[in-house]
């Protein structure tokens, strides 16, 4: 694209460009914001949320305030140590040392200051509990249920979750629901609690076209969403980013498609391309992956959209 065609189109100026509306996009947005600065979210895709909406959006973060609380006090070193024995050769010290000292004051600034909220349960081991390092419980978190009523018109552009993980197109929430669900049939307590969340969840779809109590992942992009719009952070559906901009060696913006026309957005401080993996990406995936040539080996959960744009981007 030449500059005479740049400066003959539509301009936007921000502070930060955030490409990707799923959790780790929405994360980054807000905390911008609440350092002063001006930010747009642009999503590729008709709904927001991207793979996370989708997800079964349980975090992985040892030594939180949430494991404290229930008296679970661990070093460091006993998560790198299990992450230096699931890693393997890929082990980076740096990155890792960033993750343990980072992820707690992460979950602080998000419990406090927004609307995120997480439930840890007691018992829930790491996946290999009985390497170095491993824990029967503390590092494990899920999204707090969240009723989508509080996002108002914009639930209607929430990314739906997988139907798998669906009951009759329902979210349950994790440990008591599901033990409730399980049991429906050998216990009239959990028989009642299953056809009052039932027709609940009925009255919804009849009323809003969708149920409403967001749950997993979905919890964790409506909770999200909720706090950006409380920020009054924009976000641009169906707005995808065609390339970025570079003036003197810098990306200074983003070229976006937004409701038939190209906009220029100039981004002052920087952009955060969040914009997911390359799961539809099939030519990359033949090369990436050699046990999979054709490429469609295998199901992905991400939405349709998510072609690897980021990474094109970047390239």
């Not at 509306?21 to 642009?42: C, F, H």
């Amino acid at each position: 694209m030449t500059g005479n065609e740049h400066s003959a189109i539509e301009t936007y100026e921000c502070d930060v460009l955030v490409a990707g509306s799923g959790a780790s996009g929405m994360s980054a947005a807000i905390t911008a914001r609440y350092r002063g600065l001006d930010v747009l979210i642009v999503e590729k895709e008709p709904r927001f949320g991207g793979t996370t909406a989708r997800s079964g959006g349980w975090l992985w973060i040892p030594g939180t305030s949430l494991a404290k609380a229930y008296g679970i006090e661990e070093t460091p070193e006993q998560a790198r140590t299990y992450l230096r024995h699931e890693a393997g050769n890929n082990f980076d010290g740096a990155r890792i040392d960033a993750f343990l000292s980072a992820g707690p004051e992460a979950v602080d600034f998000f419990t406090t200051r927004t609307a995120l909220r997480f439930d840890m349960p007691l018992v829930f081991p790491d996946y290999h509990a009985e390497a170095p390092g491993g824990a029967q419980g503390g590092r494990s978190m899920v999204t707090r249920p969240f009723d989508g009523r509080e996002l108002g018109e914009q639930i209607r552009t929430l990314g739906m979750p997988l139907p798998e993980l669906t009951v009759f197109g329902m979210m349950l929430g994790s440990g008591k629901e599901i033990i409730h669900f399980m049991r429906v049939t050998k216990s009239l307590t959990s028989a009642v609690y299953v056809a009052k969340r039932l027709s609940r969840h009925l009255m919804d779809v009849l009323h809003y076209g969708r149920g409403m109590t967001l749950t997993n992942g979905n919890a964790l992009a409506g909770r999200l969403a909720k706090s950006a719009l409380d920020l009054k952070i924009p976000m641009w559906l169906s707005s995808p980013v065609r390339e970025l901009t570079v003036e003197n060696g810098a990306v200074t913006g983003a070229i976006v498609s937004r409701e038939g026309r190209k906009v220029r957005v100039r981004a002052r401080q920087g952009v955060v391309l969040a914009c997911g993996g390359f799961p539809h990406d099939v030519e990359r995936r033949k090369k990436m992956f050699p046990h999979a040539p054709t490429g469609n080996e295998h199901f992905s959960p991400g939405p349709i959209g998510n072609t690897g744009d980021g990474l094109r981007l970047a390239e």
